[in-house]
């Protein structure tokens, strides 16, 4: 069965850190590009970070620069997003995507597969 499933997600008080990980089934993780995206109710969603196959073309979207890194774990099949500085406004559920060599960060439709979300609230 293919599967993402994200955990990790929960209430930070600002300028705290949190773990988000995403454990593919089905999948070899290493074949992919690995996306983190997140949304708000009633905006699109967007491109935090993503990372080429192999760990190439690593990206941030400037206001994460910094404060989110995005890794792999190919041995355990498990993508991570390390989230520093939590700030309010990073709100959001996160997903996780797998999409194929040079997909993009910019274009959420270039990623195939997705997780079915964490809710990451930010809050005091």
């Known amino acids: 069965q293919v599967q993402l499933v994200e955990s990790g997600g929960g209430q930070v008080q600002p300028g705290g850190s949190m773990r988000l990980s995403c454990t593919a089934s089905?999948?070899?993780?290493?074949?992919?590009?690995i996306g983190w995206f997140r949304q708000v109710p009633g905006k699109e969603r967007e491109g935090v970070a993503c990372i080429g196959t192999r760990n190439t073309n690593t990206y941030y979207a400037d206001s994460e620069k910094g404060r989110f890194t995005i890794s792999r774990d190919n041995a355990k099949n498990t993508a991570y997003l390390q989230m520093n500085s939590l700030k309010p406004e990073d709100t959001a559920v996160y997903y996780c995507?797998?999409?194929?060599?040079?997909?993009?960060?910019?274009?959420?439709?270039?990623?195939?597969?997705w997780g079915q979300g964490t809710q990451v609230t930010v809050s005091s």
């Open positions: 995507a797998l999409g194929p060599s040079g997909s993009s960060c910019r274009y959420p439709h270039d990623y195939h597969y």
């Open positions: 089905g999948f070899t993780l290493d074949n992919y590009a």
